[in-house]
């Protein structure tokens, strides 16, 4: 008889589908098991699942076990996890639990967040200023929660920001995989009553992925003076991810619209934020609104919000001068003092404005300057770097504590 001729290999879209589809059905850890493929990528997938002993509802993430030989992808995995354990707001998805599984792969377990990606809806067009407003401030209520943990999200994007619209665009921040963590610092918060917690000096330099000169991140929302380090960053570069995600709300694009990413990232540094106006003729967005947008896209770090906190209170005036009035989304599940955490709008007085400066914020000069075209090209060839490898579950990341917008 004739040899049947070998099988075609598997695509490498096909080999991620039979990997993601081998766990449906198996319990990991004991305790949780696999219900649903969410979102995949090359390394991983993202799943809904259950605490068999708790009948809770989860999401888990899950790395290959053949993840191994990417210790940088390990380590953005625990980075995660460890950031969104210690984060308690309502505005930010936890992370429950971390560990590896019986066939050797990693798994994060988060939140199960049911909603709609940010990056989904402003596809749809530009909004109302109002639902742009409520938006931004539940995001810059939970940086100033994420802030005040020493941690730096560093990768804030539309598609990390999770709403859930039935609930009144509830805000979930998710996916802290290149966040600046002070591990120390946690560990000594976690073992601190609650009035000591605050102000504590880390005994050691953050968790690092990165080395010296490499830059890393998402282009479109990198801070001008990322071009200069990583270690200049801090919790002013989320803020200035926050206002280009503001901007891109009341516009319904991004003010900069460069197809190449090295023209892109210059533009971020150099070119003038353009007037909504402009930018989305027929588009009106209040000036008060308009001008807190513009001094978060400010290019040096220091003519921003020094803080959080401080932008909520400049939000909530430019709201007032508007005659805007949100309603404070609802949250599942949530106690009457979890409700309260972030204050309606107008009401800034709850939100802490004395939050201590990050332990380990690199110095306040110098200032992000153009720079040569050399220097955007060796970080650009670096963000692409990285994302061939931390980014490998890019696609999972746009549901990654979530599922599909109208699944159940």
Do not use: W
Not at 102 to 113: I, K, N, P, Q, R
Not at 218 to 242: C, H, N, Q
């Amino acid at each position: 008889m004739p040899e049947r001729p070998p099988e075609p290999p598997l695509t490498s879209d096909e080999a991620a589908k039979q990997r993601a589809a081998s766990y449906l059905g198996r319990v990991i850890s004991k305790r949780y098991r696999i219900d649903e493929v969410i979102a995949m990528g090359g390394m991983g997938a993202v799943y809904r699942g259950e605490h068999v002993h708790m009948h809770k509802r989860v999401a888990i993430k899950i790395l290959h076990p053949d993840t191994e030989r990417l210790p940088e992808l390990v380590q953005r995995f625990e980075r995660e996890a460890i950031a969104g354990a210690h984060i308690q707001h309502r505005n930010v998805a936890t992370a429950t639990d971390f560990g590896e599984a019986e066939d050797g792969s990693f798994f994060l377990v988060l939140e199960y967040v049911r909603g709609t990606t940010l990056h989904e809806i402003i596809r749809r067009g530009p909004m109302p200023a109002p639902r742009a407003a409520l938006i931004a401030r539940q995001l810059a209520a939970a940086l100033d929660a994420t802030h005040a943990m020493n941690i730096v999200h560093r990768d804030l994007k539309p598609r990390n920001v999770m709403v859930a619209e039935p609930q009144g665009d509830l805000v979930k921040l998710i996916d802290f995989g290149l966040a600046k963590v002070s591990v120390d610092q946690l560990r000594r918060s976690a073992a601190a009553p609650e009035s000591m917690r605050m102000g504590m000096e880390p005994e050691s330099r953050p968790v690092r992925l990165t080395t010296a000169g490499v830059i890393f991140g998402t282009i479109a929302y990198l801070a001008p003076e990322s071009a200069l380090g990583m270690d200049f960053v801090d919790e002013r570069a989320d803020l200035y991810a926050l206002g280009l995600i503001f901007y891109e709300m009341l516009a319904g694009k991004h003010p900069f619209l460069a197809k190449d990413p090295v023209e892109l990232f210059n533009q971020q540094r150099s070119a003038p934020v353009p007037a909504i106006a402009e930018h989305s003729p027929g588009v009106a967005v209040p000036p008060a609104i308009e001008a807190v947008v513009r001094r978060l896209l400010e290019k040096q770090p220091r003519a921003r919000f020094e803080t959080a906190a401080e932008l909520i209170a400049a939000l909530d005036q430019a709201c007032a001068a508007s005659g805007i009035v949100t309603q404070e989304p609802r949250a599942e599940m949530s106690s009457r003092s979890e409700m309260a955490s972030v204050p309606a709008i107008g009401d800034a007085a709850r939100v802490p404005s004395n939050r201590p400066p990050l332990s380990s914020a690199p110095p306040r000069e110098p200032e992000a300057s153009p720079g040569s075209a050399s220097a955007i090209v060796l970080g650009e060839s670096c963000l692409v770097s990285l994302n061939e490898v931390a980014g490998a579950l890019e696609p999972a990341a746009e549901r990654v504590a979530g599922e599909p917008a109208g699944g159940d």
